[in-house]
């Protein structure tokens, strides 16, 4: 197999849009595509250049691999309607390759959050986990992911499972909090625009990986005064509730750490 091999991508969401646009631009032929919202299937066949099919079942099989680029929950039941003797991957960082039907099958997981915003960015220097159920797919999956720029690294389901909750801290927790942030200023009729020294130095430690020495704040200080004053400034019950875990988190790590 090459890079300028056939594929056809089940899905029509975030993944699936940027997947394929990535897979398109790499060289990559993208066949057909096939997915339950035949609206959204269709734009994005006509985008990749590819043929919308109305179910899974009625893909063509001539082609190199399929893509599943489903929910986490769907991929199993989705992997099973494919056409048979055909390699499959997808793209979860925690649902192992041993989900999908095909004897051949892996996963190129980047790791990366795709949403509506980041659709179109590609994956430029963007580390992507990859695992393959034997040497040949494996090659052909790192050299997929090397051509759409993408940094390549060899990750089995555990190893893959460890990265996904650590992403998990990374991303979706801490962009939970900067939202909080943003609610919390834009309530008060302030500029969310305060926060972007701080949001830059907070990414800056993710990057360095010396996040722990950059902790700083009241509740790092055992400042309970300002503490008790904060939580009077907020009106919902779960986010006090919320700030006081976090903060008693907070005291009870760096004590250890220290």
Excluded at 46 to 56: C, D, F, H, Q, S
């Amino acid at each position: 197999m090459s890079i300028t091999s056939k594929i056809s991508i089940i899905g029509t969401g975030n993944m699936a849009n940027s997947m394929g646009r990535a897979l398109l631009e790499s060289g990559a032929c993208i066949v057909e595509v096939a997915g339950r919202n035949a609206k959204k299937g269709r734009q994005l066949a006509e985008n990749l250049g590819a043929k919308y099919v109305e179910t899974i079942e009625s893909l063509s099989s001539e082609v190199d691999a399929f893509a599943v680029l489903v929910s986490d929950d769907a991929i199993s039941s989705v992997s099973y309607q494919i056409p048979a003797g055909v390699c499959q991957f997808h793209t979860s960082g925690v649902t192992e390759a041993k989900k999908l039907s095909s004897e051949v099958k892996g996963v190129v997981w980047p790791i990366k959050s795709i949403n509506e915003k980041s659709i179109n960015e590609g994956f430029q220097d963007v580390p992507m986990g990859i695992e393959a159920s034997n040497q040949e797919f494996a090659d052909f999956l790192f050299e997929l992911a090397q051509k759409m720029g993408a940094e390549a690294f060899t990750a089995d389901s555990e190893t893959k499972a460890v990265i996904h909750l650590a992403a998990v801290f990374t991303d979706n927790f801490a962009n939970h909090c900067l939202t909080l942030s943003q609610e919390i200023l834009k309530n008060a009729n302030l500029d969310t625009g305060l926060m972007k020294s701080l949001a830059e130095g907070l990414a800056k430690g993710g990057v360095n990986g010396d996040s722990a020495s950059r902790q700083t704040g009241v509740a790092h200080r055992g400042d309970l005064g300002s503490q008790k004053k904060h939580i009077s400034l907020l009106h919902s019950e779960e986010t006090i509730e919320f700030y006081k875990f976090l903060s008693k988190h907070i005291a009870e790590h760096h004590e250890l750490q220290d």
